[in-house]
């Protein structure tokens, strides 16, 4: 199986083509950014695909993640692998950001609990919290910085990754055991984000955004034009 994956959802701009066959990335590119991800997707994944001397059409299928993240990234790679599915004949199939995030540290043990968290703004947190074998102990929500890191501690001494992990782990209780590690990361592991697409079952629906919440910027009433 051959999979494209896409990531635009928090502060990088990434794509990458894995080869299950082969057990192998086999082209991959990420560029940091917290803005400018429609602009610089499509030339990338152009270039990634050319490094794998990959045609579209053969592609097994497209991964992309669809959040939690910024509003317009998600819609950029959103857009691109739907776009793309459509133009080859191919399945997409969506994958949360807090999972790609979580994925390699269960794979390197899956005994011990994972907090999934990215940074929601206003003192909000978006997280989830996997248990053994990756089960989900807490199901991925939006929660203020307090309550989001009282579900993080009660994990027991759990490894955090995200975005949000250094504002976690400074906010952590003091009669709480710490943290066993923190990895501070702007956006999941690309190559993870194709691993975990490939092995995801296809639900033939197009992936949406999960945005957890609502948008922070809301039309206001004095702008609206007067309907005749």
Not at 15 to 33: C, G, K, N
Not at 36 to 44: D, K, N, S, Y
Not at 75 to 86: C, D, E, F, P, T
Request: one cysteine or more; charged letters at 20%; glycine letters at 8%.
């Amino acid at each position: 199986m051959r999979v494209l994956a896409i990531d635009t959802a928090l502060e990088a701009c990434a794509a990458a083509v894995l080869d299950t066959d082969r057990a192998d990335i086999i082209a991959h590119e990420t560029l940091t950014m917290q803005r400018g991800h429609a602009e610089a997707l499509m030339p990338l994944v152009k270039r990634v695909m050319d490094h794998a001397g990959c045609a579209f059409a053969q592609l097994d299928r497209i991964a992309v993640t669809i959040g939690p993240g910024s509003f317009t990234g998600l819609r950029v790679g959103i857009a691109a692998a739907r776009g793309i599915g459509l133009a080859a004949g191919k399945p997409v199939v969506g994958l949360s950001t807090l999972a790609a995030y979580a994925t390699p540290l269960i794979a390197a043990d899956d005994t011990l609990p994972v907090v999934a968290a990215v940074d929601a703004r206003h003192e909000h947190v978006y997280l989830q919290v996997f248990g053994p074998g990756g089960r989900t102990l807490v199901a991925p929500r939006v929660a203020p910085l307090r309550e989001a890191v009282r579900a993080a501690a009660n994990s027991g001494a759990p490894r955090i990754v995200g975005t949000a992990a250094d504002l976690l782990a400074a906010n952590w209780p003091a009669d709480e055991r710490p943290p066993r590690s923190i990895e501070q990361r702007g956006a999941p592991d690309i190559d993870w984000v194709a691993q975990l697409g490939a092995a995801s079952p296809e639900t033939g629906v197009p992936p949406r955004p999960l945005y957890l919440r609502a948008p922070d910027a809301q039309p206001q009433d004095s702008s609206q034009l007067a309907r005749r």
